[in-house]
């Protein structure tokens, strides 16, 4: 199985790598990673993950890579994984790409269907919960809607984050065989050292504005490798938009 991981040297897509690696110690298991810099990588990730043998590291821009190029990166994979986010400081927030997520979902499932897969790849999409699933009817209140509403206008990384799951839901439905996806969306993140309890439900169930829940970058990560490795999992949520949150029990 081999797995192609963009956004590899953030905070949860580096744990993304380490959880998929970790879980499986199978040879024929491959985790290709494309970053802008290995040097980042390298500093985020432990010696011995660096050093695994099924680690495949490109260092590029997928934005500037040409459609051969990025083709030949997800051919043959089974799964796709999108940790891509927007730096928090001024230039990542307001600068160049705008739609740095957007762009980059666009992008790598044009090449998965210039690939003509045999069968369906699974591409998963961490988002957030301030994006409302409104295809599934999910409501929030008017309050929350205004606050949303000025964030959009706001924060480009937002609007980009709600672009990038919409393409997804509005290209990919049960029409066709080319791609499923399961679009992630963790409540507040916060860092801990290791996997503990969560809960994935189909809506939130509590305000992400005014109440919102807190979820580990561990619990996404491992959340998302059993989306690949766990083909029930992969089953109860494909083309949807869970949202998880930390077991506070």
Known sequence: MTILIVGASGATGRLVVQQLLAQSTAENKTVRVIVRSKATLFETLPIETIHDSRL???EDSL???TDSQLAAHVKD???????????????GMFGQPR????DAVRRLCNAIEATVPAVPVKFILMNTTGNQNSKAGEKVSIPQAIVVGLIRMLLPPHADNEE???YLQSRYGSNQNIIEWVTVRPDSLINEESV?????YASPIRSAIFDAGKTSRINVAHFMSQLIINNGIWDKWKNQMPVIYNNSV
């Not at 994979?77 to 230039?91: D, E, I």
């Not at 739609?99 to 957007?102: A, I, K, Q």
């Not at 503990?196 to 994935?200: E, G, S, V």
Request: charged share 20%; net charge neutral.
């Open 56 to 58: 495949e590291i490109t």
């Open 63 to 65: 934005l500037n890579m």
């Open 196 to 200: 503990t309890k969560y809960d994935a």
């Open 164 to 166: 990038a799951a919409e």
């Open 99 to 102: 739609r740095l997520v957007t």
């Open 77 to 91: 994979c089974r799964a796709v994984v999108s940790c891509l986010g927007h730096n928090l400081n001024l230039n």
